[in-house]
């Protein structure tokens, strides 16, 4: 079974400062991936970035980008030059390929983050 | 178009109602999802469809019945539902393809009220 931990319930951060969110999994799959989501408070689930297992180099999308140190089981979300519309519940996730065809995305728990002037 | 559609965005229904949550892609995804969300929790996956067709049932109860007319509409049918049954209900449609980064585009979601 897949479990994600994430460990800060609630984040602040000051505009324009960088700020990580912390996220560690556990899986026995050689091969996965690993997913970050935004959920504004009108609660879409906005997909961020995307690390693969077997990806060399970590994700990068703009502001967002991933620390991902496999052998410690950790995908941490760095935000850099955070921004008021930052503020939400950021939510780490791990793909299970489903043999029936789609795949599950079993999500931590979340970090609530509130961006300051 | 990379947008999931979900009708209504609000819902209160009594619990001898029966309502349908509807969700509409146009990506082109075959594989179509009903996550359930508590307030303040992770979403928690409740069914799978895939090219159509039911794949994974969460063991949800049976007072929540899912359809999937064709390839870009997926519903949710509700009847006799409980008070706790009240969440926001998310729709998500994927591609199947396995190898590739397949993120889940996620809809608005349906804030479900059950009085």
């Known amino acids: 079974a897949q479990k994600i931990t994430q460990t800060q319930p609630g984040m602040f951060v000051q505009e324009k400062e960088a700020v990580t969110l912390d996220c560690t999994y556990d899986?026995?799959?050689?091969?996965?991936?690993l997913f970050w989501y935004k959920q504004p408070s009108s609660g879409e689930m906005i997909f961020l970035i995307y690390q693969g297992s077997y990806d060399e180099q970590n994700a990068t999308e703009g502001r967002y980008s991933l620390n991902f140190q496999k052998a410690r089981k950790s995908a941490n979300l760095v935000i850099s030059a955070s921004q008021l519309g930052d503020s939400a519940m950021y939510f780490c996730?791990?793909?299970?390929?489903?043999?029936?065809?789609?795949?599950?995305?079993?999500f931590g728990t979340g970090t609530q983050l509130k961006v300051e002037l | 178009d990379t947008e999931v559609t979900q009708t209504p965005k609000h819902l209160v229904m009594g619990m001898t109602n029966k309502k349908s949550l509807k969700c509409e892609q146009h990506?082109?995804?075959?594989?179509m999802y009903w996550y359930k969300q508590k307030a303040k929790k992770p979403p928690e996956l409740m069914f799978v469809?895939?090219?159509?067709?039911?794949?994974i049932n969460e063991s949800v109860p049976s007072r929540f019945s899912p359809e999937c007319p064709n390839s870009s509409l997926l519903n949710l049918h509700l009847h006799a539902l409980q008070p706790e049954d009240s969440a926001l209900y998310l729709c998500?449609?994927?591609?199947?393809?396995?190898?590739?980064?397949?993120?889940?585009?996620f809809g608005q979601g349906t804030r479900l009220t059950v009085v």
């Open positions: 899986t026995s799959d050689q091969s996965y991936g």
């Open positions: 998500a449609s994927s591609t199947n393809e396995g190898g590739v980064n397949t993120e889940a585009f």
């Open positions: 996730a791990m793909r299970e390929w489903l043999t029936g065809g789609g795949n599950k995305l079993t």
């Open positions: 990506m082109g995804h075959r594989a």
């Open positions: 469809y895939s090219y159509e067709k039911l794949s």
